[in-house]
Nanobody, 122 residues
Framework: QVQLVESGGRLVQAGGSLRLSCAGS????????MAWFRQAPGKEREFVGA????????IYEDSVKGRFTISRDNAKNTVYLQINRLRPEDTAVYYC???????????????WGQGTRVTVSS
């Protein structure tokens, strides 16, 4: 059983940057692919990106390519989401998830954090 805790979400101005963290505990973190999803107010949860268990490969949703970067530090049991050039439409609760893959569908992931809220002001 893996527990995931996200942090780093806050209110930021458009054009700014933010780094979200997801700390894992209670399991072999390094064995899991990790993903980030987000859910904007009134919208469905959507895939943002994911990283293999080694950190050697990443995939991203098309709309965030070039602005979002996922990385991980298995020694710290932590995965990161660096977000640059923030836009108001990036406002959402961001969730990390652990599972096989990496895959783009939420059902592929076994463990989820509680989310961290990012609000981007224009």
């Amino acid at each position: 059983q893996v527990q995931l805790v996200e942090s780093g979400g806050r209110l930021v101005q458009a054009g700014g940057s933010l780094r979200l963290s997801c700390a894992g505990s209670g399991g072999t973190f390094s064995r899991y692919a990790m993903a980030w999803f987000r859910q904007a107010p009134g919208k469905e949860r959507e895939f943002v990106g994911a990283i293999t268990w080694t950190g050697g490969s990443t995939i991203y949703e098309d709309s965030v390519k070039g602005r979002f970067t996922i990385s991980r530090d298995n020694a710290k049991n932590t995965v990161y989401l660096q977000i640059n050039r923030l836009r108001p439409e990036d406002t959402a609760v961001y969730y990390c998830a652990a599972g096989g893959g990496p895959y783009r569908t939420g059902s592929s992931y076994d463990y989820w954090g509680q989310g961290t809220r990012v609000t981007v002001s224009s």
